[in-house]
DNA sequence: CATGAATGAGATTTCATTCAT
DNA sequence: GATGAATGAAATCTCATTCAT
């Protein structure tokens, strides 16, 4: 019985993934889920009281554990910002290793919180997860000093999006592992080239 | 008497701009729209045969005009393949060139276009543009030889993301048309110093 | 295992009983019941065919007792008609007497009947009485003589809710045997010094 | 098209009062009130928001008017605390006056406030109007001194209940103003009389 | 043509009742 | 018999679309 019940629950939340996935939280439906889900369309209020609250039981794991990760990573960044430049980019380096290990285990969750979670208590945590990264970046190319001009805002912001944003590709493209690793380590050399080289002039 | 017709048009196009760019295609509210345009709810369907069709018009010239910059720049690289990195450079930063003169004529439609058009006709367009993009960069980097490993296609699908996801917040952060061309110049660069250091290992 | 069905039913009635106090027909759940009496909700449906007959069960006893008690006094009174007021007012008094002793026996049944029945088959019952103490004290106050009028009909019938309404206020503020009986020896006694200087007028 | 609008503002107000009347608030349905009106479900939501803005148009005039009339008489007798007894009854009289005159327009209003009104934000109106009632008789019987013990209480409580009740039933039963006026004369007169007495002893 | 009231389908949610285990 | 998960009808409410005026 207990193993039902888990089993009906699994299938619910897989239909969510499912759903969440293609239409986006507000445009998701519970009788489409109910449905996809192979039970009554009442059932699912059984399992979970209502949509927020399933959405948040598919999606709040994944959103904790990213705050945690770059929250702490910020206060690392903190932490080494007179540090030479080789050791901070092991600290991104790190940042990816941990990214790429927390996406392995939850690709179509981290998909949905940060595109389809419009309308959803989660709405805000795309722009939550890139102002923090922007923090970062601010931290390791500017040491903390100096002025940061508009047009220099928008650089890091672009290149903050692009971390939020290129993990959500990879997610769509890349199924593997290993993949995943390199591709991040990959895009990772660009920027650590390109802003070595800016750096210089 | 067809002025007037063209008035009211417009403003209805003009309604739904900021319509569809606050809620997105499916959260938008027909009522709403006919309410900011100044006319009645029904007479919206006179001008526009539903809310899809409404859609279209206000998106579809952007969608296209997009579809035809990427695709000639598409042809534009291929016919170009043999000639040196630096002039390569000189396309990619073309390229950035002409999506500013795009999108300093049409900000709302594009980022309407690429993150508020779920539920509509152009939900895939993203997708679509980002595809195209990583076609061209699979050209300029490789030249069209030699194996591209799936390492390589994710790195560049994550670059090419990047460049239209860079469109999107920069239109949601810079307003002035010299910041938006600063910004992307500063992000070329950027990607150019990186790919040109990867391109010498 | 009678015991045991006996035990089960008991603690059904129990539950129910609270529920339908404090939520009233209509808005009592089953599912509540049946967590209440600590079994399976279906249970509930092996013992009461379903809400109604529950609710039967547990009213229906004193609904009746009411409607015996108060057709039993109207017969009573209709046969000492001619007799001298005091004795009248003897009867009239013995009436609370036996209210007083069933509601000490069934307050929440007496509450639950007169006041949360809305939506059973019951709703009616608090109309049925008191068109009976009308009919009563129309046979008290006019002798059976002489036309009734509306004026009077009008009065006599608040009067009956009164006796009615008191049952219930007195249930919701009184707790003790002995302040219930002296709350309505307290209103018998101001109705029947204002009905006898009525009389003497 | 403003008569038109009135005129179906009017048929939901009709239907709405029945259907609150018969079922009670929590009970009534939003889709047999729009089939009773004569117009789609929707439509309902036209012009009331939602169900329990529909029963404030409907019920929260007679309750502002019920609250003025009681809380005025309270000063009033208030004021007067210490004239003979039969002034006083005269405002009891008076009491009674306004009531009916409130009461001839707002027959079906005043039931559904009083005892249809469960779940809704007036299910407190009763115990409201009944509470103050209560204070007044205390000013009038007991002119502030002495002690107040339980038992005097509860015969006042039910006193007051009596009054609230009184102008239920009456409504139910009587429908010319002359004869509403005369039933609640009649059983002033019998409660005047009954306390009278009962001060004696 | 313009209006905006009306429609009706579909969304979320609740709950008495049923039924496989 | 007992269980409690599952059902399915019905409730409230929203909104794109239609249509009488």
């Known amino acids: 019985m207990q193993t039902l019940k888990e089993e009906i629950k699994h299938r619910i939340l897989s239909a969510a993934l499912d759903e969440f996935d293609l239409h986006g939280y507000s445009q998701s439906s ?29 999606i709040r794991p994944t959103y904790l554990q990213f705050m945690n990760l770059i ?18 980019m092991g600290l991104v380096d790190a940042t990816f290793n941990r990214l790429i290990t927390l996406l392995e285990e939850s ?42 001009g508009p047009n220099e805002k928008t650089a890091v912001a672009i ?20 993949q995943i690793r390199h591709s991040f380590v990959e895009l990772a050399a660009v920027f650590a080239a390109g802003l070595k080289e800016k750096a210089k002039a």
């Not at 929250?71 to 901070?88: A, C, M, Y």
């Not at 208590?121 to 100096?146: M, N, P, Y």
């Not at 290149?159 to 290993?178: D, F, K, P, S, Y």
């Open 30 to 58: 519970m009788r489409r889920i109910a449905a996809e889900a192979g039970i009554a369309t009442g059932n699912i209020y059984r399992y979970y009281g209502n949509k927020e609250e399933l959405f948040q039981a598919l």
């Open 159 to 178: 290149l903050a999006l692009t971390i939020v944003e290129g993990v959500c590709i990879t997610l769509q493209n890349v199924t593997e592992r290993e």
């Open 71 to 88: 929250l702490t990573i910020k206060e690392e960044v903190r932490g080494n910002l007179f540090k030479d430049v080789p050791e901070q």
């Open 107 to 148: 690709r179509k969750e981290t998909k949905i919180l940060l595109t389809q979670s419009q309308g959803s208590s989660f709405e805000h945590a795309k722009r939550e997860l890139t102002d923090i990264i922007v923090q970062i970046f601010e931290s390791v190319i500017f040491h903390g000093e100096g002025d940061i």
